[in-house]
């Protein structure tokens, strides 16, 4: 994270390589053209390359890294993933389903089984784990391997774990993507995405989409991601802290029915994650007594912690997310996600409690 990704040691040479704002370079390198790559972008790539532990291309967007992802499917394949799949994924999914581009079958993901069984036939399982906003926890190694004895290839959204804490590529993994505006960048002012995997030939494949389709990041986006990456471990490590005391807490109120998260050590997924993952992460979702009114009520009260879209940033985030019509309709309605940032945990229990509070009072 800070090592890598640096220019060459030389007398008066930059620490980081500079924004290169052109979209022409001279003839005879490997560049060539600016849809093609640029050294702020490579500077980045190979950083998340080597956290990952393989070749990294960055996007425009993770819908980009993730629809270049998806652009390889063979036309009429068949993709198994989650039922409780990103929004985003899941939306466009339906769209090239709805063309007749592909046939996708949903899981349950957290049922190694029922995953093994959907594999036959098919070309691609999608993973996440957390899942969002569900946070169901998929056993990667047992769908791996389930997928393997099918032929199937596998993609792993990692972008919640980040790859401080999981490691898909080693767990046998074809493709790894992430919405680089989350934990990788971190501070809510980028846009970007990222895929990578240990395949050169896959490697070359989505290098020739994203270059052809055009979903090229900016550089200075890329600069500011990188600049991101370099904090990631000390921004993890305080938010993933700050998750797991506002989950234990957030059990023992009496405004909330359920709560979502891996570190507990009743939740569902908690063995497999506590086997897979070296920590569960600083996001969480729980449920609240009532209905839309009363969950959104809660994100209307907050004053310290942001009513927001979106995840991943030294700020706490909050946001009920049936509110989006893309969302699963089984995921309920009062379903708050809770994106932890790295605020005071004291205050931050202070501004969710007394928002919880005007629920039951």
């Not at 030389?10 to 003839?27: G, Q």
């Not at 500077?43 to 967007?61: D, I, N, P």
């Not at 509110?323 to 202070?350: M, T």
Request: aromatic share 4%; charged share 20%; hydrophobic share 45%.
């Amino acid at each position: 994270m800070v090592a890598a990704g640096r220019p060459l040691v030389e007398p008066d040479a930059p620490l980081n390589v500079p924004v290169v704002l052109s979209s022409t370079f001279h003839a005879g390198g490997p560049i060539a053209y600016a849809r093609s790559s640029n050294p702020s972008w490579e500077a980045l790539e190979e950083v998340v390359g080597q956290l990952e532990g393989g070749r990294a291309l960055s996007f425009a967007s993770g819908m980009a890294a993730i629809s270049s992802v998806l652009d390889l499917i063979p036309n009429g394949g068949v993709i198994v993933l989650s039922s409780h799949t990103y929004s985003g994924t899941s939306a466009r999914v339906r769209d090239l389903e709805a063309a007749g581009r592909l046939t996708a079958r949903l899981v349950t993901i957290d049922d190694p089984d029922e995953v093994a069984a959907a594999c036959v036939g098919a070309d691609v399982l999608w993973i996440e784990s957390p899942t969002n906003p569900a946070m169901e926890i998929c056993d990667i190694a047992a769908a791996v391997a389930a997928a393997r004895t099918n032929g199937v290839r596998t993609v792993c959204d990692n972008t919640f774990a980040t790859p401080l804490l999981q490691q898909p590529l080693e767990l046998g993994v074809d493709i790894v993507v992430h919405s680089a505006t989350k934990m990788l960048a971190g501070h809510s002012d980028v846009l970007m995405g990222m895929a990578i995997t240990k395949s050169d030939a896959i490697w070359t494949q989505l290098m020739r989409a994203r270059t052809l389709l055009g979903g090229i990041p900016g550089p200075f986006e890329a600069f500011l991601a990188l600049r991101g990456v370099r904090t990631l471990a000390l921004r993890l490590e305080r938010s993933q802290a700050n998750a797991m005391v506002l989950a234990e807490r957030l059990v023992a109120h009496a405004a909330v029915t359920r709560v979502r998260y891996p570190g507990l050590p009743d939740d569902r997924g908690h063995a497999v994650a506590a086997r897979q993952m070296s920590g569960f992460g600083s996001v969480l979702a729980f449920e609240t007594v009532g209905g839309v009114d009363d969950a959104e009520a809660v994100c209307d009260a907050v004053r310290l912690i942001t009513h927001a879209t979106s995840l991943g940033g030294v700020e706490t985030l909050i946001e009920r997310r049936r509110r989006w019509p893309e969302e699963r309709a089984d995921i309920p309605e009062n379903l708050l996600r809770l994106s932890v940032g790295i605020e005071n945990v004291d205050d931050l229990w202070a501004d969710l409690a007394g928002a919880l509070d005007t629920i039951t009072n």
